[in-house]
Nanobody, 116 residues
């Protein structure tokens, strides 16, 4: 069974940084786009950042200039570097991957809490 395993969440003060990692249990050759979503309490899940197979990056407006998504195909891993964190970034962050057969995979989620 293909899995996405996330790590890197935690508690950080406003202005701090965290790096999330998401490792896929299959070769990146079988993965198209990957992304990070987040869901804050009482809110809908939103796409934070994505990276296509060809390396095209997209970001939600609220994180532009602060977050960076990247992928290391050799390690089957996608990262989300989060800098200048704000309390409103507090959420459960989910990794997402689209397989070449169009099936969509989700990680279990990792909690990011940003305190004042």
């Amino acid at each position: 069974q293909v899995q996405l395993v996330e790590s890197g969440g935690g508690l950080v003060q406003a202005g701090g940084s965290l790096r999330l990692s998401c490792t896929v249990s299959i070769s990146m050759l079988f993965i198209n786009g990957m992304g990070w979503y987040r869901q804050a309490p009482g809110k809908q899940r939103e796409l934070v950042a994505s990276i296509s197979r060809g390396g095209t990056l997209t970001y939600v407006e609220s994180v532009k200039g602060r977050f960076t998504i990247s992928r290391d195909n050799a390690k089957n891993t996608v990262y989300l570097q989060m800098n200048s964190l704000k309390p409103e970034d507090t959420a459960v962050y989910y990794c997402n991957a689209e397989r070449v057969d169009s099936r969509v995979l989700w990680g279990q989620g990792t909690l990011v809490t940003v305190s004042l």
